[in-house]
């Protein structure tokens, strides 16, 4: 059997109301904005959970003996 570490990433889609005169100003304030007040009152879909990479560790020494190597 072999070993592997799988990377995820897990995120969720929602949308923000934000009052503004133009595109620039709108991202302006989201980037300024603490995260926990732009997401209140915001409905968030399922999560949609991702494999980012995969990682095959059996070359990882921890996972494999071979004594006739030099260390």
Excluded at 22 to 39: C, G, L, R, W
């Amino acid at each position: 059997m072999r070993n592997f570490t799988l990377k995820l990433t897990k995120s969720y889609k929602f949308d923000v109301n934000v009052d503004a005169n133009s595109i620039e100003d709108a991202k302006k304030i989201i980037h300024q904005t603490p995260f926990e007040k732009v997401i209140t009152d915001c409905k968030f879909s399922d999560p949609e959970l991702r494999i980012k990479d995969v990682v095959c560790n059996d070359l990882d020494s921890r996972f494999y003996k071979d004594d006739n190597k030099l260390r």
